[in-house]
């Protein structure tokens, strides 16, 4: 369920990344056939709220305003990666996970998650500046540094500023339907959905010139998904041991060659179920999954939905009458009803 939804609000906080979950659930669009959502921001310090760069933010909402929430938004502030947070706030996120809320960060708001406890042992992501950090202040996390977003329902967190669109519009999408978030991003005027993920924003100590060995076995892979791939054959088509393959790999994309693999095959499978009507076992075959049972194992594990679901998600089937309050979680593996 999405329908009330808190932002929380320390002091030095961003207003661009505040107004990113402002603008995906604090906008009434119900005229528009679109759901609406109970929105509030809330003071987790004292109110007035210091915003940068030198403005305040009034609200008359407390800690006390997180109970009634299905989601809380913590939007990135200054020093957010050294500072300590409020101890009330922590406790309040940990309760609210607790009782089954969602929790979202957008970029550096990762550090509050972390602070309470959220992240430990979960999949989780930050800004790419300060992913080293978040893994050293919270060594408990499994912090991967090159994506725009993780979900770990019930908690989400997110890059950089746009990363957080990225994982709203996910999280909306997810629990409510493709046409909504389509709706949402059309008004927007951003992508509903973005390939890739952060690493192609890393700043590298050394400049490449040309294609890099590791950029054109990426290639050679992308275009034979349907092989068997080992770190072996893509080592070989960048010219490198597999040992210094694997270690420039990670420098450049921020994940393993496993994992970007993986990754790839996953997102050839969602093509190919959003776009043909090809059985479950040629989907399969053409993505290099074993067989159908891996397919759908492998889909469940890491987008938390079947392939069957996921195709009858985005290939525009009716929701019924209950289209704007769907209760499915999707997120925990469970199937459309």
């Known amino acids: 369920m999405l329908k009330n939804v808190a932002a929380v609000l320390l002091d030095n906080v961003h207003p661009f990344e505040l107004g990113v979950v402002c603008e995906v659930f604090g906008i009434d669009r119900r005229e528009e056939g679109l759901p609406g959502y109970d929105f509030a921001l809330v003071a987790a310090e004292t109110s007035p709220v210091r915003a940068v760069p030198g403005f305040t933010i009034s609200t008359p909402h407390g800690l006390d305003r997180l109970d009634a929430a299905d989601l809380i938004a913590v939007p990135v502030g200054d020093g957010f990666h050294t500072r300590d947070f409020p101890p009330a706030l922590l406790e ?89 978030a389509n709706a949402i991003a059309r008004r927007m005027v951003v992508p509903p959905h973005r390939e890739g993920g952060q690493a192609q924003y890393i700043e590298r100590p050394v400049p490449h010139s040309g294609e890099s060995g590791v950029r054109m076995a990426m290639a050679w892979a992308e275009q034979n998904l349907e092989q068997e791939i080992s770190v072996d054959q893509l080592s070989a088509h960048a010219c490198m041991s597999p040992r210094t393959f694997a ?81 499915d979680r999707i997120g925990t593996g469970a199937p459309f009803p």
Not at 101 to 118: D, M, P, T
Not at 162 to 170: K, Q
Not at 288 to 297: Q, S, V
Not at 301 to 311: D, H, Q, V
């Open 92 to 180: 309040a996120l940990r309760q609210a996970v607790a009782r089954g809320a969602r929790v979202l960060s957008v970029c550096v708001g990762a550090f509050v998650l972390g602070a309470a406890g959220l992240l430990d042992g979960r999949r989780c992501t930050t800004h790419w500046r300060y992913a080293a950090a978040l893994a050293e202040r919270y060594p408990e996390a499994e912090v991967e540094p090159g994506v725009l977003y993780v979900d770990e329902d019930p908690v989400l967190t997110s890059a950089g500023t746009s990363a957080g669109i990225d994982a709203c519009l996910h999280l909306v999408r997810k629990l409510q339907g493709s046409d909504v």
């Open 247 to 327: 270690r420039r790999f990670r420098m450049e994309t921020g994940t393993t060659p496993y994992r970007w693999l993986l990754a790839q095959r996953l997102l050839g499978a969602q093509q190919q179920l959003e776009n043909t009507d090809a059985t479950m076992e040629a989907v399969a075959a053409r993505t290099g999954f074993l067989n159908a049972a891996a397919l759908r194992h492998q889909f469940v594990r890491s987008l938390g939905i079947t392939p069957n679901a996921y195709r009858r998600a985005f290939r525009g089937s009716s929701l019924g009458a209950t289209k704007w309050g769907r209760t």
